[in-house]
């Protein structure tokens, strides 16, 4: 059982900056790959980004490619996201999922099979 828990979301302007962190329980950290994902009301939980669990490949929606960043720290069992030229369309839950390690295909969230209950980014001015 791994546990995860979001922090670090908020109200920001349109192009700064936030960085979400993902803190996960247990001693099995870096057997899982680890994903983020967001969702508004109304629509589907959307890739956001991914990163393997030795941290070797990381995979970006097309949409915040060159804006995002995800990594991760085994030591610490947590994973981040680095978001900067913040845009109203970022706007959504951000939750943070883990996959076993020989997950392939990252980008569905079919794969995940543990989720954080999410934090809130609302880009607005």
């Known amino acids: 059982q791994v546990q995860l828990v979001e922090s670090g979301g908020g109200l920001v302007q349109p192009g700064g900056s936030l960085r979400l962190s993902c803190a996960a329980s247990?001693?099995?950290?870096?057997?899982?790959?680890m994903g983020w994902f967001r969702q508004v009301p109304g629509k589907e939980r959307e890739f956001v980004a991914a990163?393997?669990?030795?941290?070797?490949?990381?995979y970006y929606h097309d949409s915040v490619k060159g804006r995002f960043t995800i990594s991760r720290d085994n030591a610490k069992n947590t994973v981040s996201l680095q978001m900067r030229l913040l845009k109203p369309e970022d706007t959504a839950e951000y939750s943070c999922a883990a996959a076993l390690a020989g997950s392939r295909y990252l980008e569905f969230r079919e794969q995940y099979i543990y989720w954080g209950q999410g934090t809130q980014v609302t880009v607005s001015s």
């Open positions: 247990g001693r099995t950290f870096s057997s899982y790959a």
């Open positions: 990163i393997t669990w030795n941290g070797n490949s990381a």
